[in-house]
């Protein structure tokens, strides 16, 4: 039985689909996942999979916020960081891509994991998103801390 967080959190991401109904039957009957177009309600920033923690790990630290909702794939070796949509967002930096209007991402349900796709931080239902001032600070102090530990060459 899921619990009332999940089913907030089923009945909030399906909102994002033209068929809300079907979206949510195709998670309980398909693969388990659906795809949903970004740039509706949420666009997302995808990032390889040490940024990503390693930014989310930052991001946990806010004594204030908790961090929004946040998928990983690992067959991709990626994290995706569910922000409000923004037409005009330009998101800077090795492998990082903005997910935006006329994108389509595969989503899981928030109960479950659905093949190499799954939620780190689920959607609770309230359309809580990452703030993007916040994401990029912590983007930016990860990428810091990476190039800190990466090893130097010798030339």
């Not at 009945?11 to 970004?38: N, Q």
């Not at 939620?119 to 912590?138: F, K, N, T």
Request: with cysteine; hydrophobic share 45%; proline share 11%.
């Amino acid at each position: 039985m899921m619990n009332a967080m999940w089913m907030q959190g089923v009945e909030w991401l399906a909102a994002a689909a033209s068929d809300p109904e079907a979206c949510k039957r195709e998670w309980e009957l398909g693969d388990g996942t659906v795809l949903l177009e970004a740039g509706r309600r949420w666009d997302v920033v995808s990032v390889p999979r040490q940024l990503g923690l390693l930014t989310l790990d930052i991001l946990w630290y806010d004594p204030v916020r908790t961090p929004g909702p946040t998928l990983v794939d690992s067959a991709a070796h990626r994290l995706g960081f569910f922000v409000p949509p923004d037409p005009a967002g330009h998101w800077v930096g090795t492998g990082i891509r903005h997910v935006s209007k006329g994108s389509w991402v595969a989503v899981p349900p928030p109960y479950r994991p659905a093949g190499a796709v799954e939620w780190i931080v689920p959607p609770d239902g309230s359309g809580m998103l990452h703030p993007p001032l916040a994401l990029e600070v912590a983007l930016r102090r990860a990428q810091e801390t990476l190039a800190v530990l990466a090893p130097v060459s010798a030339d």
